[in-house]
């Protein structure tokens, strides 16, 4: 972070720290003037590991039965803002019974008292936002039994947050954190006694940023699209709370609802989870269909791209590749070098996946799940296409990544076509990476072709000069296939096959055309909610670039055993969030 960068943070962390101290020397809000119904969706294993004491963060795990959360001393930043964000108050309120809400509200009413006086690192807009609207969606949960001074006690704290998101809002960083601001002013300007005048102000906000931070195409200069369903959800629930109070929603918050919907769509896999890249993750269980089904909107982008990102879909099979260049400048902060992967999914197993985000894991292994190699695709000479370089506040932006990235998508004979390719690895090495990718029909087939060409005069020269520092050994090249954890994988026919076989009971078969050395070898999923990276395999296809041109030709195929459609009966493993 850049000197003036840093007084820029610190002026800001000191304007919330004024603003929150005013703001609770008010004595607002004294009860509801109408309440939106409860649209957050918890975990129900999550909110009992809680009630156990098993507190589980950003990676951390607390064992403190009869402890506090306020009483434990936060690790990092993330475990602070999953904390002071209420969101783990939807867990509780999934469980529901009496031990939980006695839970729920020993912490709440304990934040109340140690923070509630504007002092802690809670007070941020978005992090107050977020706070505002887990408080409001569980109220009932949450005074059940309690007397006067306890409801009193919440009602003031409500009205001194709301003064002071009213307030700071525009300190919020652009994109999610500024919707979650936003959207918690509205819902609590439209809920709480005194608090009606936030309402305008914070609707016409709205509709700037939608027009701002969604374009044409329901896109989100993140390209995270986990994110971009969390700002979609939240633009839903606004829209619902002020259809309820009878104001109706802005033609740019509505039309940022239905740009974002058909997106959302083409970047869900075939399973109801969202394809996890730069960032993201596949969403709450149920998230992503709730919100699609709240929206109301119909039909999803109509040639198969959506935020950069292509898809093929046949049958029960779905494919989604990056195919855009990364997120640059700020918006890159936790953009990953994943230029050409790609995800596979058949009905309800992942199959193909990405190594997935790391920053629940600490900062090494959120770095290593940034780069190229934890990713679906072609690692030249063991670099990512796209380098981590300067800072974007906490983070690491990505620099030098690919300028072109050309694709079409088409109908090839029998099947949906994909073509793409990159120059991310063209200015070190003088080589170009395409990717043509097949799908049959019924979904059953893949037909994938990894290119690595040298398209000009000057690129070849490039490659010559990097070729003769190999002392003409070639530059060494891996197409790697992360598989998902609950794949069993073996090699089969003398080493010239891989046979992979779904909990469906799906066998799927993996062959390269032999010019490229195939191995099976360790590697990792990064998943939210474990203690540590889940281990799996990887398919790995090794070879050497000698050439102007070098080709890799492979294909993944259902054995010819398995049925057109199979009814996956079989249950995922019932695990407590914080096993490993």
């Known amino acids: 972070m850049s000197d003036p960068e840093k007084r820029a943070a610190r002026w800001t962390r000191f304007m919330n720290h004024v603003h929150a101290r005013r703001a609770t020397a008010a004595r607002p809000a004294t009860g509801f003037v109408s309440r939106p119904e409860p649209r957050t969706i918890g975990s129900f294993a999550r909110g009992r590991q809680l009630m156990a004491g098993n507190i589980l963060f950003a990676g951390h795990l607390f064992q403190a039965p009869q402890t506090s959360l306020w009483d434990l001393d936060a ?50 807009p978005d992090l107050s936002g977020r706070r505002l609207i887990r408080w409001i969606n569980h109220a ?38 500024r919707f979650e601001a936003l959207t918690g ?83 869900r896999h075939a399973d109801g989870g969202l394809a996890r890249f730069h960032g993201g993750g596949r969403g709450l269980e149920g998230r992503l269909d709730h919100a699609l089904a709240a929206s109301g909107v119909k039909g999803s982008q109509p040639d198969g791209l959506a935020m950069g990102f292509a898809r093929l879909s046949a049958g029960r099979t779905t494919l989604i590749v990056d195919a855009s260049a990364p997120p640059s400048g700020r918006a890159s902060s936790n953009a990953h070098a ?68 050309p694709i079409e998508m088409s109908q090839a004979q029998g099947g949906l076509r994909f073509e793409g390719g990159h120059d991310g690895y063209e200015r070190a090495y003088g080589l170009t990476h395409a990717r043509i990718l097949e799908m049959t029909f019924d979904g059953r087939g893949i037909a994938g072709e990894d290119l690595l060409i040298a398209l000009d005069d000057s690129a070849k020269r490039r490659f010559d000069k990097t070729l003769d520092a190999t002392q003409l050994q070639g530059i060494p090249f891996d197409i790697r296939f992360h598989l998902h954890p609950e794949v069993d994988v073996a090699l089969d026919m003398g080493g010239t096959a891989v046979s992979m076989a779904l909990r469906s009971g799906e066998i799927w078969v993996f062959r390269s055309n032999g010019h490229c050395e195939m191995t099976v070898e360790p590697s990792v999923y990064l998943e939210r909610g474990r203690l540590k990276p889940r281990a799996t395999k990887q398919i790995v296809l090794s070879g050497r670039a000698m050439e102007y041109a070098t080709r890799t030709r492979w294909s993944l195929a259902k054995a010819q055993d398995t049925p057109i459609s199979i009814r996956d009966l079989a249950q995922d493993a019932l695990m407590p969030a914080a096993e490993d």
């Not at 002071?84 to 304990?110: E, I």
């Not at 993140?222 to 829209?239: D, G, I, K, Q, Y």
């Not at 985000?357 to 190229?372: H, V």
Request: glycine share 12%; aromatic share 8%; charged share 20%.
């Open 75 to 124: 690790p990092d930043y993330a475990f602070a803002d999953m904390a002071h964000g209420f969101s783990w108050l939807d867990d509780l309120a999934a469980v529901g019974d009496t031990q939980a809400r006695a839970c729920a509200q020993d912490w709440l009413w304990g934040w109340i008292a140690r923070f509630g006086g504007g002092r802690g690192p809670g007070w941020t």
């Open 140 to 177: 009932l949960f949450l005074l059940a039994g309690q007397e006067k001074a306890g409801s009193d006690a919440f009602f003031l704290s409500l009205g001194q947050q709301t003064i002071f998101l009213g307030r700071r809002w525009q300190a919020s960083r652009p994109g999610l954190p």
């Open 185 to 267: 002013l509205i819902y609590a300007g439209l809920a709480l006694e005194g608090m009606q005048r936030h309402v305008g102000p914070a609707v016409q906000a709205l509709a700037r940023e939608c027009a701002a931070q969604i374009d044409e195409h329901g896109l989100l200069p993140t390209r995270n699209p986990e994110e971009l369903l969390e700002v979609f959800t939240l633009l839903t629930w606004a829209s619902m709370a002020l259809e309820e109070a009878g104001m109706g929603t802005s033609s740019e918050h509505q039309g940022a609802i239905e740009r974002i919907a058909p997106t959302l769509r083409t970047l």
């Open 338 to 405: 994943s230029t050409l992967a790609f995800e596979l999914t058949s009905g309800r197993r992942p199959l193909i996946v990405n190594c997935g985000s790391g920053d629940t894991f600490g900062a090494e292994w959120r770095r290593a799940g940034r780069a190229t190699p934890s990713h679906s695709a072609l690692v030249l000479d063991g670099r990512s296409s796209a380098r981590l370089g300067g800072s974007a506040g906490r983070q690491e932006m990505l620099t030098d990544i690919p300028r072109q990235v």
